[in-house]
């Protein structure tokens, strides 16, 4: 017992949770402020994969941590106007197009790794994002070895979830995309396009999604490897329903499943000579299904989510 | 028509539109002029294109010939942009659409304020629309709580967020598609004084019904439309009810008459039958349904009427107490059974209730009877059987559709009731259960209804109808009981009732000494 307390008072736990936390605060926000418009984007995962694969290269052919920041941004953006194209205007099935749209990014993202790296045998390296420095706070016994020695992307994601709510809540834009997940013709009566809305939610989104996959490659690690997003976009899809579909809880939500992550790793050092260490990888998604489960059956959908809108149609 | 001298300037003209949706002619060179200040009601059947209309005004739809001109700030009238709502607003057009157009997950004020400032501004304009909004409702009267959620609102109050939505627009011109469908008569009273406020105001205004007593009550002017034509253009003061009905059908109108007639052996019998928990419940009612009699339930919507239909539907079943079907008893009974017992049944909402929405008419009117030999061929479905079955009933019922193959949810309520109707009664069924059978319709459907049940009756059916509409009570039964929280007055023959006393009955009153 006192072992779990341990674990659960060191800094280092705190600080691993968050850096954990942070691809997830950037998917789970894209996802979100999607679903908000009314268009659920599994294309998740792979644009994810498109993101880390996009700013990596980008950084390694020298665009500089911050170019390859901004090229992962496009290539999301990129890969969200195709789901949009796909599932605004020609109102197809958004379950169908956003897999097509995550097995299309993420085999492309590897076709042009392989094209640029026919024949290395360990991943190039880049130099990433280094834990930044900030006076006074960093200093702090224990708040600033948990919290304050972070990367910038961290800090970004952070800043990211009050923007994205201020907009959402405290601007005429965000009051659109609220409505025009709930009743489209709402919006349509008002004189707005609810193409151009949802369609420029998806691709921001979009491009939300794909810093949560640069994180991955320019500050998580150093290098993109096959394999590495391993589900994480669909735990954002998750976390969006456990979120309530609101910024602040998404937070919420992305740092619980990356105390769970921290938890187990270190779990695992505990107990793991009797226990399969399966057994503690499975632990923080077996905890967001139980966590959701009891979330989710009082959840509020946003009306229109999933409901593709043809104008003038009754 | 007269106009006289100082007639007010024209603030919206419509001149040529027609509208055609593949080989349907919803509108055909229709004109209509509107004064500011005047209220126009736009009277006509289901499926006459008032709706049709104007949605082309706001630019929903385009027409395919025609134009649209309002008239600016300086009165001169301008071209409107067609297809284009956001050029509608632009014009000064406001627009209350039927299935009101609010997100439910916002608030009054929010959804007011909606679209009004440029998207990429920093904040919502707060301040200054919250003062404007409040001056507004002081105007027009129209008070809602700016700050409720939509979802929490009446369905009368969310009406008011409407009518302030195209105000706080500055609207000019106002249109309200049927603006009383869903109102409780108070609630119409209340907003036809308030339009009249609003037009005296110089609002110009324009409102689609189909009900005359509104239309009389509540206009200046009435124009009529028939299959997409304009008939008749009136002062209001020159219509009465008469007139207007034979406009709108296009021919006389009678009222379907009940010639009396001998009650047979018992159809259907309830004795002691509860059921349900909560509001909408019935609790030890019985009554016996006779062959050839219509018996009518009156009674304000809500009271265990739609549960005493699910279960003569099969959809529940009794917790205690017992109901026979020609004498036997029905225990274990599902909506199948009831249907091969005889038991035609014509649900209160017809739309969810009684299409599949996503299927063709054709699919609608054999869905019950799927099983039967009659659509079958070596077990497969015999498609050219289902379609003269199609071309037959849309024929005999006069059902206004593009042809057997035409999406049911596409069709307007009448037509969809005649479908419900062609299903139900062709089949001569022994009992008919017609819930609510003519709200929302027309005059020209409602008398559709009202014959088919009639005959029904004179096939020696027996005819449960439940209804709020007294007229149509009267009109019917030969035998009515009242329904107040799931208890069943004992089912008097209607000439011994009067329809104060049935509408004391109605509200709770004690019942016996209350018949006359």
């Keep these: 017992m006192s072992d779990i307390l341990d674990i659960l008072l060191a800094a280092n736990f705190w600080a691993a949770a968050l850096r954990i936390a942070t691809p997830l605060i950037f998917g789970v926000l894209g996802a979100l402020i999607c679903e908000r418009a009314g268009v659920l984007n599994l294309g998740i995962e792979g644009i994810f994969t498109a993101g880390a694969m996009a700013g990596w290269m980008a950084a390694w052919l020298g665009a500089g941590l911050w170019g390859g920041v901004l090229v992962a941004a496009l290539a999301g953006a990129a890969f969200g106007l195709l789901h949009a194209i796909l599932t605004v205007p020609l109102g197809l099935s958004q379950h169908v197009s956003g897999i097509g749209v995550t097995l299309f990014a993420t085999s492309l993202s590897y076709y042009t790794y392989r094209t640029a790296l026919p024949d290395v045998s360990s991943p190039p390296r880049i130099e990433a994002f280094q834990p930044l420095d900030i006076p006074i706070l960093s200093d702090l016994p224990f708040l600033g070895p948990a919290l304050f020695q972070q990367t910038a992307l961290t800090f970004l994601a952070l800043a990211l979830v009050v923007a994205v709510g201020f907009v959402l809540y405290r601007t005429p834009l965000g009051l659109a995309i609220r409505a025009v997940g709930d009743n489209p013709s709402a919006v349509e009566a008002q004189g707005l396009s609810v193409m151009a809305l949802r369609m420029g939610t998806v691709v921001a989104g979009s491009a939300l999604m794909a810093l949560g996959g640069a994180f991955l490659t320019m500050s998580a690690f150093d290098a993109f490897f096959f394999g590495m997003v391993n589900g994480r976009g669909w735990i954002c899809i998750a976390l969006t329903v456990f979120a309530s579909w609101r910024p602040g809880k998404a937070l919420i939500g992305a740092l619980l499943f990356g105390a769970f992550d921290a938890f187990q790793v270190r779990l695992q050092t505990e107990v793991g000579a009797f226990v399969p260490g399966q057994i503690f990888l499975m632990l923080p998604y077996i905890l967001s299904i139980a966590a959701l489960v009891v979330v989710a059956r009082k959840a509020d959908y946003p009306r229109a989510l999933l409901k593709p809108y043809f104008k003038g149609q009754r | 028509m007269t106009v006289p001298e100082e007639a007010p300037p024209i603030a919206l003209s419509l001149s040529g539109i027609t509208k055609r949706f593949g080989a349907l002619t919803a509108n055909e060179a229709v004109d209509l002029d509107l004064r500011r200040g005047e209220i126009v009601a736009l009277l006509g059947e289901n499926g006459a294109g008032k709706t049709t209309l104007m949605n082309i005004l706001f630019g929903h739809y385009v027409a395919d010939e025609g134009e649209v001109r309002v008239a600016g700030p300086d009165g001169t009238l301008v071209p409107l942009e067609p297809g284009s709502p956001h050029a509608a607003l632009e014009a000064g057009i406001g627009m209350v ?104 105001q110089g609002l110009a205004i324009v409102f689609i019904s189909h009900k005359l007593a509104e239309v009389l009550a509540a206009s200046d002017r009435i124009a009529v439309l028939r299959l997409g034509r304009k008939v008749a253009d009136l002062p209001a003061a020159d219509c009465d009810r008469q007139k207007l009905a034979e406009l709108m059908v296009g021919h006389e109108v009678t009222m379907s008459r009940r010639e009396p007639q001998a009650a047979g052996e018992v159809l259907l019998a309830l004795s002691a039958v509860t059921c349900g928990e909560g509001r909408d419940t019935v609790s030890d009612i019985g009554f016996a349904l006779r062959a050839g009699e219509i018996l009518g339930i009156a009674g304000v919507s809500g009271n265990g009427q739609a549960m005493l239909a699910r279960l003569l539907s099969g959809l529940e079943r009794q917790t205690s107490g017992d109901i026979r079907l020609a004498g036997r008893e029905i225990r274990a009974h599902d909506a199948a059974d009831m249907i091969r017992a005889g038991v035609a049944r014509i649900p209160e909402d017809r739309h969810r209730d009684g299409v599949v929405g996503a299927m063709s008419v054709a699919e609608n009117l054999v869905i019950e009877e799927i099983r039967s030999s009659r659509y079958q061929r070596f077990g497969f479905l015999d498609f050219r059987a289902i379609a003269d079955r199609a071309v037959e009933a849309i024929a005999s019922y006069d059902i206004r559709c593009p042809g057997g193959s035409a999406v049911a949810r596409l069709l307007s309520g009448g037509n969809i009731q005649k479908i419900v109707l062609a299903r ?34 004179g096939r020696g059916a027996g005819v449960i109808l439940i209804s709020e509409d007294l007229d149509e009570l009267f009109a019917l039964s030969d035998r009515i009981a009242v329904i107040h929280r799931g208890r069943l007055s004992p089912p008097r023959p209607a000439e011994e009732l009067d329809r104060a006393a049935v509408g004391l009955m109605m509200a709770g009153q004690h019942t016996e000494d209350a018949a006359a």
């Design chain 2, 97 to 200: 659409h039927q299935h009101f157009t609010l997100a439910e997950n916002l608030t009054a004020f929010e959804n007011i304020v909606l679209g009004t400032a440029p998207l990429l501004s920093a904040r919502l304009a707060s301040r200054a629309a919250r003062e404007k909004l409040q001056e507004l409702m002081r105007r027009s009267g129209l008070v809602v709580d700016l700050d409720a959620r939509i979802s929490r609102l009446s369905v009368g109050e969310k009406q008011r967020v409407e009518i302030l939505k195209a105000l706080y627009r500055d609207a000019r011109v106002l249109v309200l598609d049927e603006p009383t469908a869903v109102l409780t008569p108070l609630e119409s009273e209340t907003l036809f004084e308030t339009l009249k406020a609003l037009a005296a």
């Design chain 2, 424 to 457: 139900t009664l062709d089949a001569s069924p022994s009992v008919v259960l017609a819930a609510q059978p003519s709200r929302g319709l027309d005059i020209g459907a409602t008398g559709d209804v009202h014959r088919r049940l009639l005959e029904a009756r």
